[in-house]
């Protein structure tokens, strides 16, 4: 039985991730250690906290005795999802970003090459790559230059550089994997699709940055996890894949959608100052990843979206005492 540690896996990623494996990979013991931060949820996981593979260790990544205590036991692998993430927070304060995001990956590397961790993910994101322009129909490939433009996505691309460094200088067998925006169960209500769900349902006014045309490429969650579990059996140390769905819509369009669904009123619509150093457009080139590893997105945004608004609407007790 391989033993494989996840890192923030309490988070809207980390969970759906954990989950994945435990229901349906008896073979593979996973430890998850959170700090349980304000986006980390133990609730999350609830349904297999009793599971015989199963194990959650409450503790910082920064933490090096702790994590060294849990590594000297045995890990096989690691999957690096936790982050400081929410970019409003990280452009308030950057400290806690700059902390978790790139000494903590720093603590998993060095600890990963001490104790020869057969393989290492590190989760990032597409934001490393900095915005493209509206009116352009290119896409980020795994070549893009990272040209990061808020304090969490600088962080995200110093944690890559400290993963590719590894790899290069001393062989750990990592690799990094850049998504675009995923959407779907347990995400934590200070991002767009959950906040813009629960404002409806509570007939509160709905905050648009800008002209609410900046656009992101979506992908389901699910999609998301069967990548990165198809990269941990398949990826080769050293690469980077790129991971997306080919969904790009614009902020107000998924707003107006899901207001839509609701049978909600636009006028909940309240267009704001927008952020500073705000992206304009994401899009990902996913090509690697199909073509060399097999692995295609299986969830419709269409089908995505409504499961999704479905789910926020059944679970108010999960996010109510979140608010």
């Not at 002209?211 to 059996?233: F, K, M, P, Q, Y």
């Not at 980077?240 to 636009?266: F, P």
């Not at 097999?294 to 608010?323: C, D, H």
Request: with cysteine; aromatic share 10%.
């Amino acid at each position: 039985m391989k033993t494989i540690v996840v890192t923030g896996g309490c988070g809207f990623i980390g969970s759906n991730f954990v989950r994945h494996l435990v229901e349906n990979h008896n073979d593979i013991f996973v430890i998850n250690i959170d700090k349980l931060t304000y986006a980390g949820n133990i609730k999350n996981l609830s349904n297999i906290d009793r599971s015989k593979n199963y194990k959650f260790i409450r503790g910082d990544i920064c933490n090096s005795n702790l994590i060294k205590s849990i590594f000297k036991q045995g890990v096989d692998c690691v999957v690096n999802f936790a982050a400081e993430s929410h970019v409003d927070r990280s452009i308030e304060d950057s400290k806690m970003f700059v902390q978790t995001n790139i000494l903590g990956t720093q603590t998993l590397l060095d600890l990963s090459l001490k104790y020869g961790i057969e393989k290492y993910i590190q989760i990032s994101t597409d934001e490393v790559y900095g915005s493209l322009p509206l009116d352009s129909s290119t896409a980020f490939s795994e070549d893009t230059p990272i040209a990061p433009r808020n304090p969490y996505s600088a962080s995200k691309a110093g944690a890559d550089m400290l993963v590719r460094a590894y790899y290069q200088t001393y062989g750990l067998p990592a690799i990094i994997t850049r998504c675009t925006n995923n959407y779907g169960p347990y995400q934590y209500p200070e991002k767009l699709i959950p906040k813009t769900i629960i404002n409806a349902i509570n007939e509160k006014p709905i905050g648009v940055y800008g002209d609410g045309l900046n656009v992101r490429d979506w992908i389901h969650v699910r999609d998301h996890c069967s990548a990165i579990l198809t990269v941990l059996e398949q990826g080769i140390a050293g690469e980077i894949y790129n991971i997306g769905a080919d969904n790009e819509i614009a902020n107000i369009d998924i707003v107006k959608l899901i207001l839509k669904h609701l049978n909600k009123s636009e006028k909940l619509i309240q267009y704001v100052t927008d952020r500073p150093g705000h992206d304009r457009r994401y899009a990902m080139n996913a090509k690697k990843i199909r073509e060399q590893l097999m692995w295609v997105p299986q969830v419709k945004f269409s089908e995505g979206i409504r499961e999704t608004i479905e789910w926020y609407k059944s679970n108010q007790n999960w996010w109510a005492r979140l608010l």
